[in-house]
């Protein structure tokens, strides 16, 4: 009596996983060889800093403001709140996120109808070479209306590295 002479199916099966999982390998490190370095450099995960109030009433010309210092490094800061105009005429509205003094800004003007609200957001990248100030305030013409600054937040977000320039 004669064997036959062949594998069995699931012998070849995972043969054949065995050398795709082979060339796999193989291809992932002459891609990194091609690419300059045999280890992949890993990433610093980014810190995160959140502050938030979810209730300013805004009565004087300049709204209740926000200042915190951020230590050295590449950071993209959003700041966001609804605004909402408690009067019956429309009001100018204007809101500013600012680092390390104006080097770097982020300016955000809507019209506030009477009785009405609207969402504000702003955006700003900086890379802090020592430790260095966020500031955030809102503007309103002397003698409108209230405000009432809603949910608003400020989030700074220590990156590895920035790529700041214009398109």
Same mark, same amino acid.
């Given at each position: 009596?004669?064997?036959?002479?062949t594998?069995?199916? !699931?012998?070849?099966r =995972?043969?054949r +996983?065995?050398?795709? *999982?082979a060339?796999?390998?193989?291809a992932v490190? /002459?891609? *990194?060889?091609? /690419?300059?370095n045999a280890? #992949?450099a890993?990433? $610093?995960?980014p810190?995160?800093?959140s !502050?938030w109030?979810?209730? +300013?009433?805004?009565?004087?010309?300049? %709204?209740p403001? @926000? =200042?915190?210092?951020l230590?050295?490094?590449?950071?993209?800061?959003?700041a966001k709140?609804?605004?909402? &105009?408690?009067? %019956?005429?429309a009001? =100018?509205?204007?809101?500013?996120? %600012? /680092?390390?003094?104006?080097?770097?800004?982020d300016v955000?003007?809507?019209t +506030?109808p009477?009785? #009405?609200?609207?969402g $504000?957001f702003?955006?700003v990248?900086? &890379? @802090?070479? #020592?430790t260095?100030?966020? =500031? @955030?305030?809102?503007?309103?013409?002397?003698?409108?209306?209230?405000? !009432?600054m809603?949910?608003?937040?400020?989030?700074?977000?220590? $990156?590895n590295s920035l790529?700041?320039?214009?398109f």
């Amino acid at each position: 009596m004669t064997m036959p002479s062949t594998t069995p199916v !699931r012998g070849r099966r =995972s043969l054949r +996983l065995s050398a795709l *999982a082979a060339v796999a390998t193989t291809a992932v490190a /002459a891609g *990194a060889l091609l /690419a300059g370095n045999a280890t #992949s450099a890993e990433a $610093v995960p980014p810190e995160v800093i959140s !502050r938030w109030n979810n209730e +300013l009433i805004h009565s004087n010309s300049i %709204s209740p403001g @926000f =200042s915190m210092f951020l230590g050295t490094g590449a950071y993209t800061i959003s700041a966001k709140l609804t605004a909402q &105009n408690t009067g %019956s005429a429309a009001i =100018s509205y204007t809101c500013l996120i %600012s /680092a390390a003094g104006g080097a770097d800004t982020d300016v955000a003007e809507v019209t +506030l109808p009477p009785n #009405s609200k609207q969402g $504000v957001f702003l955006n700003v990248v900086h &890379n @802090f070479t #020592s430790t260095g100030q966020l =500031s @955030f305030a809102c503007t309103k013409p002397a003698g409108t209306a209230q405000v !009432r600054m809603q949910q608003v937040k400020i989030t700074a977000i220590k $990156v590895n590295s920035l790529d700041n320039q214009p398109f």
